[in-house]
Structures are given as C-alpha cells and as structure tokens.
C-alpha cells in the first residue's frame, strides 16, 4: 500500500546549490505535512513542516513548497552546506490518525564541500 | 536530559534468542510508537500506545510483543529472533490527546539489533 512515493532516492548537490526533494501522497485526509531529518546513528528529528492553508514556509534556508491539487510537497534546501548530509524523509499525516506517521522511502542528501 | 530514551543502543544476538529492548520518554506524552528501520532506512510502524491502552498493532509476527507499563515507558519483548529481525528499532512519542495535536513525533537514538 504505496501512500507515499517520495523522489529521489539520493542527491549530491555541491556546497551551496539547492537540494530539492519531493513527495507524493495518495489520501487526501492528510493535512499535515512534514519532513523530518536523520543523522547516521541518530533517530528521525522534525525539520519543518506545513498545513494546507498555505502553500509555502520558509525557515531560514529550509522551504517547504505545498501544491493541494496536484497532492505533492516538496523540500528545498537552499545554500546547502555539508552539514545538511543527512535522510530525508516526509511523513504525512492526518489529524485523526492517532500519529501513525506513514513515512517515505527516504532521500539520502550529500553536500559535498 | 535525553526526551526519549532507549537501551541498549546496540544488542547482538544469536538466532533463536530472546531480547527486550526499553524506552523510556519524559516529555510527558500520551502515546508511544516502535517503528522499524531496515538496511535500505525504511521506517515502518510496528506498535503505537496511547495511556497503555494498544492503539495501533499493525501486521508484525506474534514474536514481538510490546508492553507498556505506564505512560511514559513502552517496552519490546522479542522472541525466538531471525536474521530478518535485524534493524534498527526506534521509540517514538508523541502528544495526542490535545487542542493543537501537532502530529510531531520525538524519537529516541535507535537501537541496532543484529541477528546472528
């Protein structure tokens, strides 16, 4: 049960490029939309994250892009920095799913210096 | 002060034992997950409680029977372990039950089962 297809599975962007993932999610229940981060040998962490009545949040460098109609969102990394290396991973989810996270295949981001 | 915590952070076992791994969460939330990560970093949701009351049981083996004995603690009991049990195993926690439910989980550091 494919609800999420997240893309592409690995990025290498150069110091100080845009990294731009995406995701794209099936239920239209789902009215949150986050991304969480994870470093090598720690657990997930929430990054950012959107609800539909807007189409757009910018912390610092990291934007999260909403498109309702087409059910995509996606994450850009501006100025990218080598420590950004880390998976990448949108989880939507819907206010009543009791926080039963469904996550994407994850993307694996290099930042090479 | 460690949110959620989890021990050990690293078990190594050979096939056919028993093992636990707990997790333990102070940031006084009412539900608790264990997902699953595999080789190729797939999270995937096994167990979720809310105030020790099972609220998502979702298609994992008979072998693997959480337990949590308050709010702030849910353990995982794993019996008769297969190599294809090696993962990494997360605790997650989050607040629910309340006006805002934000839907931000907090995880643990993972702990890496390998079967042998």
């Known amino acids: 049960q494919q609800q999420v297809k997240q893309s592409p599975q690995s990025l290498i962007v150069q110091k100080g490029g845009i990294s731009i993932i995406n995701c794209a999610y099936e239920?239209?229940?789902?009215?949150?939309f986050p991304w969480y981060q994870q470093f090598p040998g720690k657990g997930p962490a929430l990054l950012i994250a959107?609800?539909?009545?807007?189409s757009e949040k910018k912390e610092g460098r990291f934007t999260i892009s909403f498109n309702k109609s087409a059910k995509q969102f996606s994450l850009h990394i501006m100025d990218s920095q080598p420590g950004d290396s880390a998976t990448y991973f949108c989880?939507?989810?819907?206010?009543?799913?009791?926080?039963?996270?469904?996550f994407g295949q994850g993307t694996t981001l290099q930042v090479k210096p | 002060d460690t949110a959620v915590s989890q021990t050990p952070k690293y078990l190594v076992t050979q096939m056919g034992n028993d093992k636990s791994i707990k997790c333990e969460q102070n940031?006084?939330?009412?539900?608790m997950y264990w997902y699953k990560q595999d080789s190729k970093k797939f999270l995937k949701i096994m167990f979720s409680?809310?105030?020790?009351?099972?609220?998502i049981n979702e298609t994992v083996p008979n072998r693997f029977s959480p337990k949590s004995p308050d709010k702030a603690h849910l353990n995982l009991h794993i019996n008769s372990l297969e190599l294809g049990d090696s993962a990494v195993y997360f605790c997650?926690?989050?607040?629910?039950?309340?006006?805002?439910?934000?839907?931000?989980?907090?995880f643990g550091e993972g702990s890496r089962l390998t079967v042998l």
């Open positions: 997650a926690s989050s607040q629910v039950n309340k006006a805002e439910y934000t839907g931000e989980l907090f």
């Open positions: 239920n239209t229940a789902f009215d949150y």
């Open positions: 959107i609800r539909p009545d807007v």
């Open positions: 989880a939507p989810l819907g206010s009543s799913n009791t926080g039963k996270l469904i």
């Open positions: 940031l006084g939330h009412d539900t």
């Open positions: 409680y809310n105030n020790k009351e099972l609220i």
